[in-house]
């Protein structure tokens, strides 16, 4: 387990992280995001003992990083964003280093051979690292990390720079961890961290600003009476008999997805679910739903509102104004 209290780091008058905390429980996989100078890579030094903090503690499985660093690295795995290899060693080479200077205990070779099998590096366990792709350099990078079976890996941006096919190979294998560690992942790929995480962090100019699952996020930010629904029918049509339910705030036409299918924002008062009454009503029409989905925020809107604030909810509303405007332009 992590637990962060109270942490602060300064550097002079300018406070890098304000007096954060967060946990990452056992066997979880925490997401931990952040704009670039939001203070999430100084919170991670912090963490794996690569800086003091200023104030407040940080636990590994128990153990204070300031108080008992040696302990407390001991339970840690790292992958910094460039893994730190030495290029002109091969696979075993560095994988036995690493195992040394780690202080492991575990039966080298049978050890190592397992780590390697998980990361499917075994095939190039001969081969020098700088001969390397950049895919087989970041799983060995994984791979040093594993060694000695730490309880908590800390693994920044380990996709960066790979391909699609790459990136679901160590995005499985991250899942797989998660089993048996307590995980915290740094990633700018927002689609990976939702794939891949139990629980998101994110930090704002040194503040925590959310801490939950991206649906209980999603949820807590999108308006859960708000609709977007794809009808095949004619459009001003469709529009006045769907303002005319019960309920509803606004109706807009968006845009033709399709050959006579539109894409339409509604907008109920909040509460009033107007699924049912729109089935309904369409259908006395002949007039197909061909999708309809909450206009519930992807994880990267979730990030932009939490890290831009007013600034989205101003884009957002110049959006629907601008809809609006192309509406009554059409009317016309």
């Known amino acids: 387990m992590i637990e962060v209290k109270n942490l602060s780091k300064s550097y002079g008058d300018k406070k890098a992280v304000d007096n954060i905390s967060f946990k990452a ?3 979880e996989i925490l997401g931990f995001l952040g704009p670039n100078g939001a203070g999430k890579s100084t919170t991670m030094n912090i963490l794996t003992g690569y800086l003091s903090s200023t104030s407040g503690e940080a636990y590994i499985n128990g153990k204070e990083i300031l108080e008992n660093p040696i302990a407390a690295k001991r339970d840690i795995g790292y992958l910094p964003e460039q893994p730190p290899l030495y290029l002109d060693m091969t696979v075993r080479e560095y994988l036995y280093f690493v195992y ?5 205990r575990l039966p080298r070779n049978t050890h190592l051979k397992e780590i390697c099998e998980l990361v499917k590096i075994d095939n190039v366990f001969d081969r020098i690292i700088k001969n390397l792709s950049k895919g087989y350099k970041q799983r060995v990078g994984l791979a040093q990390a594993l060694v000695g079976n730490p309880g908590v890996l800390i693994l920044d941006e380990p996709t960066v720079g790979l391909d699609p096919k790459q990136i679901i190979e160590i995005r499985t294998l991250i899942k797989k961890l998660g089993k048996n560690h307590t995980v915290i992942l740094s990633s700018h790929i927002l689609s990976e961290v939702q794939a891949v995480c139990d629980r998101i ?12 699952t991206a649906d209980n996020l999603s949820s807590s930010l999108s308006a859960d009476h708000k609709l977007i629904a794809r009808i095949d029918g004619p459009r001003e049509e469709v529009v006045k008999v769907v303002s005319a339910i019960p309920g509803v705030v606004t109706v807009l036409a968006d845009m033709q997805r399709e050959k006579g299918v539109w894409e339409y924002n509604i907008e109920a008062t909040e509460g009033t679910d107007i699924r049912r009454e729109l089935n309904r009503r369409l259908s006395a029409r002949s007039w197909y739903i061909m999708g309809l989905r909450s206009s519930e925020l992807s994880l990267e809107d979730i990030f932009l509102r939490l890290t831009m604030g007013e600034s989205v909810d101003s884009f957002i509303n110049e959006k629907a104004k601008d809809l609006e405007e192309h509406e009554k332009e059409d009317r016309k």
Not at 100 to 104: A, M, N, P, V
């Open 100 to 104: 040394e200077l780690k202080g492991c």
């Open 25 to 27: 429980n056992d066997g």
């Open 201 to 212: 962090v994110v930090i704002n100019q040194g503040k925590i600003v959310a801490d939950d």
